[in-house]
């Protein structure tokens, strides 16, 4: 069974810091996804990543991907405020049914 | 961009009563739609799985005759809440994908159920 871990699950930084948030999973998949979720909001989809060694940016979030490792990270580059949200990482477990992670809360205080 | 609406947004209902969520794809055909669960402060469950014209592949642990699944055309999938109860108070979204393991998946919009 496709089991996928995130953490930390929560995380409140300053607005100017940079860190990452990492995407553990258990069993081998073809792709993964990273979302963004806004308190009473649906997902909002950031990035899919397909292939080892993949590496995506938009803005001041990268994630990448070591399929070897079973691990994917989103970096959160000089932070801001507007950045605060919840982020999901998931992971196709075939057919394109996903297995999400628990969630990592991000709060930027200014 | 693709646009997945869900109707309605919110929800609330009686213990008992049954209630009905549509999921539609606006712009694209959708043949094969997913339903979610999300409790609060919670991480999202896939419920169940349905292609247009079949019969709803239902995850372990989802009572295939409480939750519902109709998706009768391409652009339409349905989930009724048969005698819903406090317990099924949820967020439910759906995604819509337009078939083949690369094309892109569209989330809706989700739906808060309160059950009274």
């Known amino acids: 069974e496709l089991k996928v871990e995130q953490n930390p699950l929560f995380l409140s930084m300053q607005e100017g810091k940079n860190y990452t948030i990492y995407c553990n999973y258990s069993?081998?998949?073809?792709?993964l996804y990273w979302y963004r979720q806004d308190p009473g909001k649906s997902l909002e989809s950031l990035f899919v990543?397909?292939?080892?060694?993949a590496v995506k940016q938009e803005g001041r979030l990268m994630a990448s991907l070591d399929t070897k490792a079973r691990l994917s990270t989103l970096h959160i580059t000089a932070a801001v405020h507007d950045l605060s949200a919840t982020y999901f990482c998931?992971?196709?477990?075939?057919?394109?049914?996903?297995?999400f992670g628990q969630g990592t809360r991000l709060t930027i205080n200014p | 961009g693709a646009v997945v609406s869900q109707h309605p947004s919110r929800v609330i209902c009686k213990s008992g009563t049954s209630v009905k969520i549509e999921c539609r794809s606006l712009d694209f055909q959708a043949t094969t739609m997913f339903w979610y669960r999300q409790f609060p402060k919670q991480s999202l469950m896939l419920m169940a799985t349905s292609n247009e014209g079949s019969k709803a592949t239902y995850e372990q642990g989802v009572e295939k005759d409480k939750f519902l699944i109709n998706h009768a055309s391409l652009t339409l999938s349905t989930l009724t809440v048969t005698s819903a109860h406090p317990e099924d108070s949820s967020f439910y979204i759906c995604s819509a994908s337009t078939g083949g393991n690369n094309s892109p998946l569209h989330f809706g919009n989700g739906t808060r159920l309160t059950v009274t």
């Open positions: 990543l397909l292939s080892n060694g």
């Open positions: 998931a992971v196709d477990r075939g057919a394109q049914k996903l297995v």
């Open positions: 069993t081998t998949s073809d792709r």
